[in-house]
């Protein structure tokens, strides 16, 4: 009798789930959660590292990352435009990163099970545009002789599907940090890298259209304040997706042992000797 009275008595205790465990922080198992943020992370450090490795390759003359565009280590070469001579070694490198980062981006926002119970096409329709878009560079080489043969054109709206989808995305996700389960500081700082980014490209865009054939000397540097802010809040979106679910049953486990004694000792002495 007096082992049912604490039974019942606990049962009646028992929080019920939090919104936050129910649609943020704590939604979906843990191993979905952990996929999501490692896809998070790995389209980023595709693109970052075939950059890199690219860049490297380009030594006559060296490769710069304020003068040059992105586009140019995606151009085998030897070719010009804008002023700027193309020829990248490791072309290929570059254009794998360009169609497979947008990919791996888009799979990790649709392994996000947070995102169910909200409007999940405003993630998922940057998150496409931004893949739609690394397919388009990676696919249509800028060069010169794309430009002449119109085939520039779609090098163009693949890059500013990029910037414009990766932006955009980045401000989503930061708006709906709960649904991801993200802290706020983190959900802050992805708005701001998206502004920044938005704010880069439309600089870019002005500097292209009023340079004529002869860019200025930060071309690359613009182009990069359109890029590699999304990229790096991503990364860092990616990894707090995973860190966080990690630490939230280490922290109900002591709440549960700590409850169960006070319940018995509300009982009144009834639970009987042990």
Known sequence: MTEDTTVRSTVRRAKPPTNAQEHGN????????RVAG?????????????????????????????????????VHGP?????????????WVMNAGFFLFGITILAGVATLRDLAHGRR????????????GGVLLALYPGSGEALKDGTGEYHSMGAFAGF??????????????QRIGVSARMGRALVTVGVIGLISMLLYLAVIITSGDHVIGIIGLIERG??????????CAGAAICGRRRRDPGQQQPRDHVRRPVDRHRTGGRAGPQ
Do not use: C, K
């Open 26 to 33: 704590a939604d979906g198992p843990q191993p979905q959660r």
């Open 164 to 177: 414009t989808g990766g932006n955009v995305l980045a401000i989503v996700l930061g708006r709906r940090w």
């Open 226 to 235: 359109a890029v590699h802010p999304f990229l790096i809040g991503l990364v």
């Open 121 to 132: 096409w405003a993630v998922l329709g940057p998150a496409a545009l931004l893949a739609v």
């Open 79 to 91: 070719s010009t435009l804008f002023g700027q001579y193309m020829h990248s070694p490791l072309a």
């Open 38 to 74: 490692a896809l998070l992370i790995a389209g980023p450090v595709i693109f970052l590292l075939g950059e890199f490795i690219s860049a490297a390759a380009w030594t006559h003359p060296a490769y710069s990352y304020t003068y040059n565009f992105i586009s140019n280590l995606g």
